[in-house]
Structures are given as structure tokens and as C-alpha cells.
């Protein structure tokens, strides 16, 4: 169970992570030619990938408790 629970934890980091390094090369991007419907999808990207850990996480951790 700690094991899970620790697993759990690293992969909610990792996607810290992941996070940050999305959001670091989408803000690089050149969207001077961009239309504003391509800037408003590629800025969706690292939250959509935030929301997505989160939920995961708590996925995860009930899993966890429901063994």
C-alpha cells in the first residue's frame, strides 16, 4: 500500500514536470502567423495536461484505497 501510495506520488511529480516542460517550449512558440483559434488551442496544452494528472492522481489514490 505505502508502495502505491509512493508510485502515486511520482508520477503526480513527473507530471509536474511535464507540465513545465510543455508550457516552457509552447510559450517559446513564434504565433506572430498564427491564427487565433491555433494560439487558443496551443495554450490549452499544459493546462489540459495538469488537469489530466490531477484527476489521474486522484484516480490512482482511490484505486489504492478501494483494495
Request: zero cysteines; glycine letters at 10%.
Given at each position: ?11 503526480g ?18 504565433t ?36
Amino acid at each position: 500500500m505505502v508502495n502505491s501510495i509512493i508510485n502515486a506520488l511520482i508520477a503526480g511529480l513527473l507530471g509536474v514536470i511535464a507540465f513545465v516542460i510543455i508550457k516552457q517550449v509552447v510559450d517559446a512558440q513564434d504565433t506572430s502567423g498564427w491564427s487565433g483559434a491555433e494560439t487558443a488551442v496551443i495554450g490549452i496544452i499544459p493546462i489540459v495536461l495538469g488537469i489530466l494528472v490531477v484527476v489521474g492522481m486522484f484516480l490512482t489514490l482511490t484505486r489504492i484505497r478501494a483494495d
